[in-house]
């Protein structure tokens, strides 16, 4: 099945603590992108990647980093995290990065997590 | 500066009637606009898209949305609502760069 798959789906932490966030895709995506899901305020790209070896920042990437040494998947690190971080994430992705205006994305299931 | 606005946190509609979701846009060029359905504990699901062509735009679901450039707006309707069709809808759109509203949140009573 062709999907996006993010772990954990659910994650409680405390302040400081490195923390790393997985997605992986099975459909040979090009374009893969991270957002952060907040009440009143939608979903907010955290970071994007083109193609293997090229990221980039979204709007909201203060306390993120991304990596993509594969295609298939696009961790999200986060160093030291802050009770600000707590949030919904999804990823998501789409075959080219034109295909993203044209089609749209798919998403993964999200991932709620709470820093305390 | 683009922006994706939805003016409604929340709608209410009693089953069987029709719905409207409204949606409007800032956008310089001609848009790329979207719709997606988050129900609880899932992503976001696709449910249209808008890129040229008719006005009106049919997809999944029975959910239609129709284009109107003068008004900036592009609102999610059906004729018929489901109280399975309560969930998270979110607006999407841009030119260059595709930006989420804010979602409103559907109720639909029995």
């Known amino acids: 099945e062709a999907q996006v798959t993010q772990n954990p789906r659910y994650l409680i932490t405390v302040t400081g603590k490195k923390l790393t966030v997985t997605c992986s895709q099975n459909?040979?995506?090009?374009?893969m992108s991270w957002y952060r899901q907040d009440p009143g305020l939608g979903l907010r790209q955290i970071y994007y990647s083109m193609n293997v070896e090229v990221t980039d920042k979204g709007d909201v990437p203060e306390g993120y980093k991304v990596s993509r040494k594969e295609k298939r998947n696009f961790p999200l690190i986060l160093e030291s995290p802050s009770p600000n971080q707590t949030s919904l994430y999804f990823c998501?992705?789409?075959?080219?990065?034109?295909?993203?205006?044209?089609?749209?994305?798919?998403f993964g299931s999200g991932t709620r997590l709470t820093v305390v | 500066a683009q922006s994706v606005a939805q003016p409604e946190d929340q709608v209410n509609v009693a089953e069987g009637n029709p719905l409207t979701v409204k949606c409007t846009y800032s956008?310089?060029?001609?848009?790329?606009l979207f719709w997606y359905v988050q129900y609880p504990n899932r992503g976001l699901q696709f449910l249209l898209k808008y890129i040229t062509g008719d006005n009106l735009v049919k997809g999944s679901y029975g959910f239609e949305a129709e284009f109107n450039k003068s008004q900036t707006s592009f609102h999610l309707k059906k004729p018929s609502a489901l109280v399975s069709d309560s969930a998270l809808y979110f607006c999407?759109?841009?030119?260059?760069?595709?930006?989420f509203g804010a979602g409103t949140r559907l109720a639909v009573h029995p």
């Open positions: 956008v310089s060029g001609n848009p790329y």
């Open positions: 998501a992705s789409s075959l080219t990065p034109r295909d993203r205006f044209l089609y749209g994305y798919t």
């Open positions: 999407k759109g841009g030119y260059n760069k595709l930006i």
């Open positions: 459909m040979n995506h090009e374009y």
